[in-house]
C-alpha cells in the first residue's frame, strides 16, 4: 500500500452505517461499490501509529481481536473518520482512501493476516481471563500486539 491509498482523497462515501449486530462497519461510495468492512479488520489494520509503527516495517501483529466491536465513530474533517472500538484503541483516522482500499482488498488483506497470524503462533481469540475488561481482547501476558513474524 502507498501512502498516497491512505492519504489520497480519490474516493469519497455517500454513506456509512455502523452495523451493531454484524460488528461491522457498512460504506457506499460514490461509485456504488458497497464495503462491509468488520470490526476485526478495521482494528487489526488500523492506520494508527501504535499499529503502523512510525515508518516501513515497523507495522505490529495484532491478535486476539475477534470479538472486538465498534463503540464509536466520528468525521474528522471531510477526508476520514475515527473509531472508537471496545478495547479503548480509537487513535487511527480512516481516510476515504484508505477504507476503499481496506474493501477491494479485503480477501488478500485478511488472507495475509490469518497467515501472518498462523506463523506467529497466535490467535484471532481473546485471551480468556484476562484483566483488559468483561470482553478480554487483551492477549495473554497483557500485550496487545506482536510484531510480525520474520520472513
Known amino acids: 500500500m502507498s501512502t498516497s491509498t491512505i492519504y489520497g482523497n480519490q474516493h469519497t462515501p455517500t ?6 449486530a454484524e460488528r461491522a462497519v457498512e460504506i457506499t461510495f460514490e461509485d456504488g461499490k458497497i464495503f462491509c468492512l468488520p470490526a476485526e479488520l478495521l482494528r ?3 492506520p494508527s501509529a501504535e499499529v503502523q509503527g512510525h515508518g516501513p516495517g ?10 472486538v466491536a465498534i463503540i464509536g465513530m466520528e468525521p474528522v474533517g471531510q477526508y476520514a473518520i475515527k473509531i ?5 484503541h480509537s487513535s487511527g483516522i480512516y481516510t476515504w482512501d484508505y477504507l ?3 474493501g477491494e482488498n479485503r480477501e488478500t488483506i485478511w488472507t495475509d493476516y490469518l497467515t501472518a497470524l498462523e506463523l506467529a ?4 481469540d481473546p485471551c480468556k481471563g484476562s484483566s483488559k475488561g468483561s470482553r478480554g481482547h487483551a492477549p495473554c501476558g497483557g500485550v496487545g500486539a506482536a510484531p510480525p513474524p520474520k520472513a
Open 84 to 88: 472508537a472500538f471496545d478495547d479503548l
Open 44 to 46: 487489526v489494520e488500523s
Open 121 to 124: 503462533q497466535l490467535s484471532r
Open 15 to 20: 454513506e456509512i452505517t455502523v452495523k451493531k
Open 58 to 67: 515497523q507495522k505490529l501483529l495484532v491478535h486476539g481481536r475477534r470479538e
Open 100 to 102: 476503499y482500499w481496506l
